[in-house]
């Protein structure tokens, strides 16, 4: 396990693209990201790849044509849902600094874009109810930052009108209270509505089912399962006070922590966990594993003093099944970690609740990452072990 870094600067940026624009190597750059974040000066053309919004293979040739074409699918996308559902608030027509300022590869790409935008389906019920949250949730959006700050800014504009056009084109979904905090912060760093629209749904296709009831319940249930597995005395605890459901833990999860930290660590907690780097798939943890494995095959000696084959490979098997044990569940896991003793000295859940609800902006988000990763390889080691242990209790028995 390496340390921390300092953030992924422009000049090192500038290193991981082929001449013709492409990035060379997209795993280096996500490890690069997961070890320090990425520098403010260049986090918005980072973000651009980071969030989907940009293939990582892409030219930049590929890319002035993307963004071209995205930015008025957006706008196409914008103008539909306010011709049926708005008309006497909007004047459309004037909303692209008129047509005729387009040239006429624009205008051909426009008209194009409007006509996949009349093809999409539109509930006009679920969309309105959308609207009306999202009316109610937009004016109380992130207030304290100046981005946000003035009541006749176009940013909080921004925000409804993206929100609004998610929740009506992703009916499956719709408007979930919590994607305006996490708009706001994609917005707030790109800077320009309809390349944050893209980042923001991009994002979204990612972790949709979080914002849907059964999606965050599941996520929940395996942060309980790897905190058991981990740290079983400590989960007993919580159990034995009423706070074994974990509800406290509900905003980490769906808003990626970004009301824990400080402004610039949420950034920076955010980017870490959207290079997805430190997964249960990944290289590194192939290695620990595989250590382990090896380690415990060696204990797990059959009567001819040679390990038994059939333990490895079923081990490795179980072990896979638990991938979906994603990074910010470790991230979780080492904060309970940290606040192990005073979470252990709670007597109830209003105990537990405001020992949570106080950590707000408190923690040193360069701890909670190390501890992270101890946390995710510890995991990993235990569980190669406790697999083989399971394994070679049942041949025991079968032997028996």
């Known amino acids: 396990m390496s340390g921390r870094s300092e953030p992924l600067s422009a000049e090192e940026w500038s290193t991981f693209f082929e001449p013709d624009g492409r990035i060379v190597n997209e795993n280096k750059l996500r490890a690069r990201i997961f070890r320090g974040g990425i520098d403010p000066a260049i986090r918005k053309e980072v973000w651009y790849f980071l969030l989907g919004y940009y293939p990582m293979y892409s030219t930049t040739l590929e890319r002035e044509v993307l963004q071209r074409e995205r930015r008025m699918e957006y706008l196409a996308l914008k103008q539909r849902w306010q011709e049926e559902l708005e008309p006497d608030d909007h004047e459309c027509a004037d909303d692209f600094d008129a047509a005729d300022n387009l040239s006429e590869e624009e205008q051909f790409i426009f008209v194009q874009a409007k006509l996949r935008a009349m093809r999409q389906e539109l509930d006009v019920e679920a969309a309105e109810d959308s609207i009306r949250i999202i009316r109610k949730d937009v ?54 509505e309809a390349d944050a629209y893209w980042c923001f749904a991009t994002y979204l296709d990612t972790i949709q089912s979080d914002f849907m009831a059964k999606g965050m319940v599941s996520k929940i249930v395996r942060l309980k399962k790897l905190v058991s597995f981990l740290e079983q005395d400590l989960m007993e605890h919580l159990i034995a006070v009423d ?38 798939n990944n290289v590194e943890v192939d290695k620990v594993r595989a250590e382990e494995l090896r380690k415990e095959r060696e204990r797990v000696l059959s009567a001819d003093g040679e390990a038994d084959e059939s333990a490895g490979d079923v081990s490795m098997e179980r072990v896979a099944q638990e991938e979906n044990f994603t990074f910010e569940l470790f991230v979780s ?62 041949l025991k028995k079968e032997e028996e």
């Not at 706070?243 to 980017?271: N, P």
Request: charged share 20%.
């Open 139 to 192: 004016p109380r959006t992130d207030r304290q930052m100046e981005y946000f700050e003035a009541d006749d800014t176009i940013h909080l504009v921004w925000l409804n009108d993206i929100l609004v056009t998610y929740a009506v084109f992703h009916g499956e979904v719709g408007y979930v209270q919590g994607m305006n905090d996490v708009l706001a912060m994609i917005l707030n760093v790109m800077d320009h």
């Open 243 to 280: 706070a074994g459901d974990m509800i406290y833990c509900h905003r980490w999860l769906l808003l990626g922590f970004k009301r824990e930290f400080v402004w610039e660590d949420s950034l920076r907690l955010f980017e870490i966990l959207c290079s997805h780097h430190l997964e249960l």
């Open 333 to 394: 896991t080492a904060i309970l970690q940290q606040q192990r003793p005073q979470l252990l000295a709670c007597k109830d859940m209003a105990d537990v609740f405001q020992l949570i609800n106080g950590l707000t902006e408190k923690m040193d988000l360069d701890e909670v990452l190390h501890q992270s990763e101890v946390v995710f390889f510890d995991y990993c080691r235990k569980s190669v072990s406790s697999s083989v242990a399971a394994i070679a209790h049942l």
